[in-house]
């Protein structure tokens, strides 16, 4: 079982700015962890310092039982991956994978005989005397994860390394780290203000905004049920309502919205009487629904196709804007554009969080 | 060359070429034809010039090579602007890594105009301050000998001082083209290669120097060539011991009243020169262009 990273209470202050405030959180034994955010939230201050690369203004952070204060990036189970990869251009592809275990001393025979091992690993068996500027995007992505792995890292650290590729080799990509990850069994961290990429590799995802850290969760927690408006709106696509929240009854509270009463689950905090919106997914709207209790009615302005799924924009009558995704293969029933149609949805399906 | 009258029209293109021209044939080939036209003729009385007597010979070349002591000056010479550029890249490689990677924009300021101020100062002046400095009774040996350092004053002039003068006189030369070269590397390869476990020295002998290879081996260069040319700093820092090869060439043409033994030994100093710089540059696998920019 590989290292599990505890953060207590950390803190980043650099100048006058705050980077990152308390921020806790436990990253499991051979876990695949993202950090999600939008770009200057801090994840990547957080990832330094787990690395070792910046010392924290406050907070102590573990990786495997050990308190990391005063421990250089080259003293921790940790190796990184960085965003621009830093593969070192001047040296042959073995030589970079084998950079670590040079940096350690072993015997040249070994560092080969291990490199050719990691090669066979990333499936690039046979590359080892070229080049990093001969590779493609994602050969080059896959030699610095070997050479990360070379050092048998407890922890590897990724900085959103899949952010330079086409969207194709990013696809690919992520299926790769995420088998490579399972087979090795070490502790992934991973940065990324790519809320579908954090998604579909995650075990677990840590949602950052403006320094604060929003939420830990299963990628379905945080989808289905954001604790925070920012994760509400930042995971996934989503439509707000506000009013104010009326009542509270066994878990659903009830919004009373320009547009009428609306019920949803309540998220955690929220109490009768708060200024409060609700959330509610595209695919949660059933467009032309007859009945039910949560009801909007809207001027359908334009569909638009996206492949697997259509997005048909509605104007509300107090002026704003609800999307909702239809599947293509029941678009033959969707209204026409300029028609009048009501958008409906369970109030399991929505959530209604405090604004603030 | 189509190029050039492509952008520039015939008209401009031709004064451009015709100026280039004028340049390499006036302040390149001319006097080095004429150099070496001096270095091969003999030193002979005005009535004998154009007579009989007058034929090209490598005499003046082989008096050199049969001087055991104008010999020993010369190779003297070369292995120490090797030793100047050698020592003035240690100087320079910490200050230039520095700059380049670590220090903020307002210290990168401060200490280029530091560095750069001196040097507004003509050459003859800034070793003249050096002479000033390292005099006998002069303000170093002060300093020394007020705190304790040393309990009788040191005589700099010779060796130590031609090799601090020099470097104190070459600095630039050296630090721009490692910083230039230093900060193009990217930050993350070092960070890279501290985070798998490399030492500091390794860091720099495997990531950062061959990185900066080019500008290493430029700055070596530009260094050893102004050494080996340099006159001022052996004239006035240096001891008779420490005697400098231009000074012999000087001598020739000043004191010996023999342009054409003196024309002979520039040239040797020229070619061997050039053979230097030529091995150097391939050895470091850097072509000639690279140095230029």
Redesign the interface.
Known sequence: MSHSVELHQVGMTFGQTRAVGDVSFTVEGGEFFSILGPSGCGKTTILRMIAGFLTPSEGQIVIGGRDMAGLGPDQRPTAMIFQSLALFPLMTVWENIAFGLEARGVSKAERRKRADELLKLIALEGFGERMPGELSGGQRQRVAIARALAVEPQVLLLDEPLSALDLKLRQHMRAELRALQKRTGVTFIYITHDQSEALAMSDRIAVMSAGVLQQVGAPRELYDNPATSFVASFVGETNALAGKVTSLASGIATVETSLGAMHGKAGPGVAAGQAARLYVRPEALVVSAKGGDNRLDATVERIDFEGAFALAHGRLDDGSELVASISSTKLSDAPSIGARASFAFDRRHAVVLADG | MAELYRRFGGGLATIFLALVLLWIAGMVLAPNVMMIDYALRPNLPPAQIGGPNDVYSLDNVLYLANEAVHRSIFFKTIWASAFVAFATFVVCYPLAYWLAQHATPGQTAVALIALTIPFWVNEVLRTLAWYILLAFRGPLNALLLSIGLIDEPVRWYGNGGVLAGMIYAYILFMLFPIYNAVESL?K??I?????????TW?IHW??VM??AKAGIATGCVFTFMLAAGSYVAPALLGAPGSRWFTQIIYNWFFEGGDWNRGAAYALVLLVLCLAVVLVTLKLARVNLTDVAK
């Open positions: 990217e993350a390869q960070e890279a290669a501290r985070d798998l476990g490399a030492s390794r495997r990531v061959p990185h």
